[in-house]
């Protein structure tokens, strides 16, 4: 956990866990004007303009231009950000490629076999790999699938913790809701206070963006190689179907 020190009546004080400072401000002993400190930083940055992120009980407005913010020492530094709605776009691009890779693995398996399967059982079967993927990576130590990994995201609880399993599975559960209706739950995404989509505030999940970004070249690539790469894994999956149905 970060050290801070705040300055409280022209006295630079600490060093503070982030649960000490949200308790002085919900006390009164500190004000939301005071200069918050981390090692790193050149300037104090008062407190208000990270409080309502921090949980505390504090003002319920806060200065034009303040940024919001998260993970309070990452944030604050500039080191992190919520992640928008194009990169998280492309990272579940590249786990729905991951995904229908599996789903085909799957079918050929059965095939090679000459099991008398169905279609129905390789797309269950594919449904409870995503399930397994999603929860299991999201709620492990790095927070993010292997497509969110690539892009430096990670998804958190609303209060910046590592989610459990069974949330993981709320939130995963939840993108049937984020699809429902022309995906309307995807779309509010860049219009929440926080980026969050609609299974995120489900799930109350955030997801963050680790700053410096992968390069835009790189982000344009993938764009334009995922399409390609699911125009040949649908061709093939549709012809696994027909061989299945036969």
């Known amino acids: 956990m970060p050290n801070f020190w705040v ?19 919900e ?9 918050l400190w981390v090692d790193g930083m050149r300037e104090g940055v008062p407190i208000a303009d990270v409080l309502v992120q ?6 319920r407005t806060r200065p034009p231009g303040t940024k919001v913010v ?10 992190a950000e919520y992640a928008g709605f194009w990169v998280r776009l492309v990272a579940f691009l590249l786990d729905a490629l991951i995904l229908a890779i599996v789903v085909l693995v799957i079918g050929i398996g059965f095939l090679a076999t000459r099991s ?5 059982v390789v797309l269950a079967l594919g449904l409870a790999a995503s399930w397994f993927y999603f929860s299991f990576m999201e ?18 609880s609303d209060r910046m913790a590592r989610i459990s399993f069974l949330r993981a599975t709320v939130r995963w559960a939840a993108r049937a809701i984020s699809a429902a209706v022309l995906a309307i739950g995807y779309l509010m995404q ?22 410096p970004r992968p390069r835009v070249l790189s ?13 040949f894994l649908a061709g093939a999956l549709v012809k696994l179907a027909e061989l299945l149905r036969q």
């Open 7 to 25: 300055t409280h009546n022209g006295q630079r004080r600490g060093p503070y866990q982030e649960a000490d400072i949200l308790e002085a401000v």
């Open 54 to 59: 921090m949980g505390a009980r504090g003002p």
């Open 139 to 156: 709620s492990g130590p790095s927070g993010g699938t292997l497509g969110k990994r690539a892009f430096g995201l990670q998804v958190l």
């Open 190 to 211: 860049p219009f929440t206070a926080r980026k969050q989509a609609l299974h995120d505030l489900v799930a109350r999940t955030v997801v963050l963006s680790r700053v």
């Open 70 to 79: 998260d993970d309070l020492a990452e944030l604050v530094l500039g080191n």
């Open 219 to 231: 982000t344009v690539m993938v764009l334009c190689v995922v399409p390609l790469l699911f125009a």
């Open 27 to 35: 006390l009164g002993t500190m004000r939301a004007t005071d200069l």
């Open 116 to 120: 008398s399967v169905g279609t129905e």
